[in-house]
T-cell receptor
């Protein structure tokens, strides 16, 4: 019973490089989210999805793109990484997005140098 | 628009004394509210949730929270702190479109 799995757990990028973070959930949840966590700022929503094939912008979407081609997967892409994107990234999923609990992955620590 | 404000960035208590972590929310409709806990270098775990049923909600590890619509508050309490409660706590409100909006977090320290 894996829940929400994020890949990779750690990554170091050089400025300008690209990468994709993968989030996979095995709970048949409709809603999926990508957050970044920075000290003193809580978790800020980057993008989210309310179902397969849909995506929407969150609070801090600039510099990121997402795709939800399959219900169980939600990909977060950085096309040209910047030092300001150094952060811990969390993926989450929930059944309905309002009254139900969200389940979180263990996080990806990304450093851009 | 929905938003949530955690009134204290850091709270320090002694072991065995009560814990109070404060959260105010803003919502244009009846919200669902959650408290999550994050231990150092760990993911997030649900403590409790309010979804328009009982206004006093009991969660795991002895925590509870009371939804007060007139005060737009959802404060988290525990009668007696334990060393293992030291962590960061997040108050979360749901947006009508399905977003989960986080507060800035409150770091709880517990002194022996």
């Amino acid at each position: 019973n894996a829940g929400v799995t994020q890949t990779p757990k750690f990554r170091v990028l050089k400025t300008g490089q690209s990468m994709t973070l993968l989030c996979a959930q095995d709970m048949n949840h409709e809603y999926m989210y990508w957050y970044r966590q920075d000290p003193g700022m809580g978790l800020r929503l980057i993008h989210y999805s309310v179902g397969e094939g849909t995506t929407a912008k969150g609070e801090v979407p600039d510099g990121y793109n997402v795709s939800r081609l399959k219900k169980q997967n939600f990909l977060l892409g950085l096309e040209s990484a910047a030092p300001s994107q150094t952060s811990v990234y969390f993926c989450a999923s929930s059944y309905s997005g309002t009254a139900t609990e969200a389940f979180f992955g263990q996080g990806t620590r990304l450093t851009v140098v | 628009a929905q938003s949530v404000t955690q009134l204290d960035s850091h709270v320090s208590v002694s072991e065995g004394t009560p814990v109070l972590l404060r959260c105010n929310y803003s919502s244009s409709y009846s919200p669902s509210l959650f408290w999550y806990v994050q231990h150092p270098n760990k993911g997030l775990q649900l403590l409790l949730k309010y979804t328009s049923a009982a206004t006093l909600v009991k969660g795991i590890n002895g925590f509870e929270a009371e939804f007060k619509k007139s005060e737009t508050s959802f404060h988290l309490t525990k009668p007696s702190a334990h060393m293992s409660d030291a962590a960061e706590y997040f108050c979360v409100v749901t947006h009508q479109g399905g977003k989960l909006i986080f507060g800035q977090g409150t770091e709880l320290s517990v002194k022996p």
